[in-house]
C-alpha cells in the first residue's frame, strides 16, 4: 500500500509525536546526559529513558530513600519522556507505573518485551522471555493501562524468541486489545541478538493486524536516507533510532530535514564533534563526579569516535583513563581529528 510522504505525526494516546521519529531505550547508554545530548540537536519527537527494573523500583521504594539511578533527571527533564519498565509481575509494574504517572509525570509508560538478555530473561524470566506468554503480556499490559490512565501505555516487542517461533502478528493484536497506545518493533528475534539483518517486511506486516494504533519500526537504521527509505518501504507510523545515534546525536536532525524534503546538514566538522563530546563529558561529569563520571564517559568517548580514521587508536587509549586531565590529554592527542575520507585523499 502506498503511505504518505513526507509520514505525518502521529499519536500516542494524546501524545502527539512530531516528527515520528524516537530515540530508542538503551541501557547503560541512555541516561539524562545522553537524553539532554539528543534533544539539544533537535530532530526527535519521542525520546526514552534506559529500562528501569520494576522490582528494583518498588524494592528500593520501600527500603531506603533514593529511586533507582537510572531515574537519575527523569522528574525535571523536558517533555515528552518515555520512562521503560520490565518485569513480569503485573501487580509490581502496575504499582510502578502508577509511580512513575504520578510522581515523576512521565508522557509514556513503555513496557520491555523484547530484551534477549539471559540476566533478564532466563533469570528473571522478562524481556523477551514473555513473548512465549501472550496471556501474561495481556495481563501486564491490561493492568498497566487501568494503573497509568490516562498516560499511555507503550510495549516494545521482538519478532518472536527465535526464528522457529516468531509470532508477532499474534503478540501485535494481544498488545493491542490490552490497550496499549502504541507499538514498537524491533525486526530480529530474541534468538538473533543483533546478528543478521532487521527484518523489515515482518515489521511492515504486522500493521494489517493492528486495528488502530500507530507502529514504529526499530532495526540498523543508521543514515537519514535509510530512515526515508523505511517510511517509503514499509508500512509503519514512526521509526526508532538506538546504536547509530551513541555517537551522533545530531542524526534525527538529519533525518527530520530528510523527512521534510530539505537538504540533509552535513554532519558535525570533526572539530565540532570533538567538542559536542566535551560537553557531553561535562554534562556526565557534574552528576557523577570526575572520577565515576570519567569511566562512565570511556564507552561514549568510543561511540564519537566510531567511524574515524584512527578511531581504534582512540579507543586504546581512552580505554585506560581515570581522571578529568587524563582524559583531555587523550582527546586532544588522540581523537581522529580526520576522516576516512581526508585521509585516503591525502594518501593518493
Ligand atoms: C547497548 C544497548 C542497550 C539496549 N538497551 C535496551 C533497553 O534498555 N530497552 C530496550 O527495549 N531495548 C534496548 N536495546 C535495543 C535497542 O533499543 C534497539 O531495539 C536495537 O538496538 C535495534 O535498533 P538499532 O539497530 O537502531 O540499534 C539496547 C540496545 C543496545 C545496543
Redesign the pocket.
Known amino acids: 500500500m502506498s503511505r504518505p510522504f513526507p509520514p505525518p505525526p502521529f499519536r500516542i494516546g494524546d501524545l502527539v509525536v512530531d516528527p515520528p521519529l524516537l530515540q ?6 541512555t541516561n539524562a546526559a545522553f537524553r539532554q545530548m539528543v534533544r539539544e540537536y533537535g530532530g526527535v519527537g519521542l525520546i526514552a529513558t ?2 528501569v527494573n520494576a522490582r528494583g523500583f518498588a524494592w528500593m521504594d520501600e527500603h531506603v530513600a533514593e529511586h533507582p539511578e537510572r531515574l537519575w533527571g527523569v522528574a525535571d527533564e523536558a517533555r515528552p519522556l518515555a520512562v ?1 519498565i520490565w518485569d513480569n509481575d503485573p501487580a509490581t509494574m502496575s504499582k510502578v507505573g502508577r509511580r512513575l504517572v504520578e510522581e515523576y509525570q512521565v508522557s509514556v509508560v513503555d513496557i ?1 518485551f ?2 534477549p538478555v539471559r540476566q533478564v530473561t532466563e533469570k528473571a524470566h522478562s524481556g523477551s522471555y514473555l513473548l512465549r506468554t501472550p496471556g501474561r503480556m495481556f495481563e501486564i499490559i491490561s493492568r498497566l493501562v487501568k494503573a497509568c490512565a490516562p498516560t499511555p501505555v507503550t510495549a ?1 516487542i521482538r519478532l518472536g524468541c527465535s526464528p522457529e517461533t516468531i509470532n508477532c502478528n499474534e503478540v501485535a493484536r494481544v498488545v493491542e486489545e490490552a490497550g496499549a497506545a502504541a507499538l514498537t518493533v ?1 525486526g530480529r528475534t530474541a534468538k538473533d541478538m ?1 546478528r543478521g539483518h ?1 527484518d523489515w517486511d515482518r515489521i511492515s506486516e504486522i500493521k494489517s493486524h493492528l486495528k488502530q494504533i500507530p507502529l514504529i519500526g ?5 543514515s537519514a536516507q535509510k530512515v526515508v527509505d523505511a517510511f517509503k518501504r514499509y508500512d509503519v507510523d514512526g521509526v ?5 545515534c551513541l555517537g551522533r546525536p545530531w542524526l534525527f536532525a538529519q533525518a527530520a530535514a530528510a523527512l521534510r524534503g530539505e537538504p540533509v546538514p552535513a554532519d558535525p566538522s570533526l572539530a565540532q564533534q570533538r567538542d559536542c563530546m566535551l560537553h557531553h563529558y561535562e554534562l556526565v561529569k557534574q552528576r557523577f563526579g570526575e572520577e565515576k563520571g570519567t569511566v562512565l564517559m570511556r564507552k561514549y568517548a568510543c561511540c564519537y569516535a566510531q567511524g574515524k580514521y584512527g578511531a581504534r587508536h582512540f579507543r586504546s587509549h581512552v580505554a585506560n583513563v581515570s581522571s578529568a586531565d587524563e582524559f583531555y590529554r587523550v582527546v586532544e592527542e588522540h581523537f581522529p581529528m580526520k576522516s576516512k575520507e581526508e585521509m585516503k585523499a591525502e594518501m593518493a
Open positions: 530508542a531505550p538503551m541501557a547503560g547508554f534506559e529500562m521503560q520491555n523484547g530484551c516494545k524491533h543483533f532487521a526499530n532495526g540498523d537504521l543508521d526508532m533510532i538506538a546504536r547509530a
